[in-house]
C-alpha cells in the first residue's frame, strides 16, 4: 500500500521553504500531492493555473511520485474523497506551531482518521513567507533569493 500525504496552501507565490517541505515529504512519502486551496473571496498574484505550472516545472524531474492538484473547500474533504490520510506543513517559528497546532487539532476532531506531520524549516528558510515574497514581487523587487532556483515567475 503506498502512502500519500498532501502538502495545502496557497502557494501564491510557492518559495524555497515550500520546496524544501516537499522534498523533505518525498523522502517520507510514496507519493506528495500538493494541494492548491481556491478561496474565492482571496485576492491572489498568481492564477491557480499559473501556480500549478510554475511547481510542476520545479519538480518537472519529480511528477512520477508528485501531483499539483486544485481543490475547494476544506482539506479534510479532499483527504476522504482520496483516500489521503496525512497532511504535511513547514513550520517556521513558534508563531507557526501556534497556528497550524490548532489547524491540525481541528482537523482532527474533523476528522480522527487524519494525521498532520509538521517539517521543521531549515533555518535560511525561517523568514521566507508567501505574503512577503509577493509584496516585494509586486513592487518590481528581485525575489530570487526566496524562489526556488531556476523558478520563473510570469
Not at 18 to 36: M, P, Q, T
Request: charged residues 25%.
Amino acid at each position: 500500500m503506498s502512502r500519500s500525504v498532501i502538502f495545502p496552501g496557497s502557494f501564491d507565490p510557492f518559495t524555497r521553504g515550500h520546496e524544501a517541505v516537499v522534498n523533505s515529504a518525498l523522502n517520507l512519502f510514496d507519493k506528495v500531492i500538493i494541494g492548491i486551496g481556491v478561496n474565492s473571496n482571496k485576492k491572489y498574484l498568481f492564477t491557480v493555473e499559473q501556480r500549478k505550472g510554475i511547481i510542476e516545472s520545479i519538480f518537472k524531474d519529480k511528477l512520477e511520485r508528485l501531483e499539483v492538484v486544485f481543490y475547494e473547500g476544506l482539506t479534510v474533504d479532499y483527504c476522504k474523497k482520496n483516500n489521503i490520510q496525512y497532511i504535511v506543513r513547514g513550520i517556521r517559528n513558534t508563531r507557526d506551531w501556534l497556528f497550524e497546532n490548532e489547524i491540525a487539532s481541528m482537523n482532527k476532531t474533523l476528522n480522527e482518521d487524519i494525521e498532520t506531520i509538521f517539517l521543521a524549516s531549515k533555518p535560511e528558510h525561517s523568514a521566507i513567507n508567501s505574503t512577503i515574497v509577493r509584496e516585494i514581487y509586486g513592487n518590481g523587487g528581485d525575489v530570487s533569493k526566496f524562489i526556488p532556483e531556476g523558478c520563473k515567475l510570469p
